[in-house]
């Protein structure tokens, strides 16, 4: 990580295995970020398998490409104290100055369509097949992630209680 470069997916796995079976996550766990491609989910089945564990569900919070490039395209961010705001859900009091330090805030180049379009393309090449691979252990369990988060969060409570 240091140089910057990719964790390989074996330790990545077996990080995620030694904080599982900590204390904490007797009771279950959610993984949030993690598997992020086909042989990530094949070395966690295969780990999980190892320990007599299996995952009860695969959450997939589907939102369409354009609404996460718009509303991405409206976060603004203040470079000088780190404030994050959106131009809908969080406003500044006073347009393009940070509320905090009276900075101009500005769209991030990690914000920006073309940017955030390059992460969508390769989330659709890399990541997107886990919902088919999921799908096929009658594990996979869709919610609308463009409800509001209130909405979206409560329809994961529900599907997690079953
Ligand atoms: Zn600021």
Redesign the pocket.
Known sequence: MDQGLLVPDELTCDLVMDRIQQDDCKNGFILDGFPRTIPQAEALTAALDHINQKMDFAIDVDVPDENIVNRMSGRRA??????TYHIVSIPTKVEGI??????E?VLREDDKPETVQKRLNVYHEQTQPLIEYYAAQNILKTVDGTQPMEKVFADIITILEK
């Open positions: 203040c470079l000088n104290c780190g404030a940070c509320d905090r330090c009276g900075s805030v």
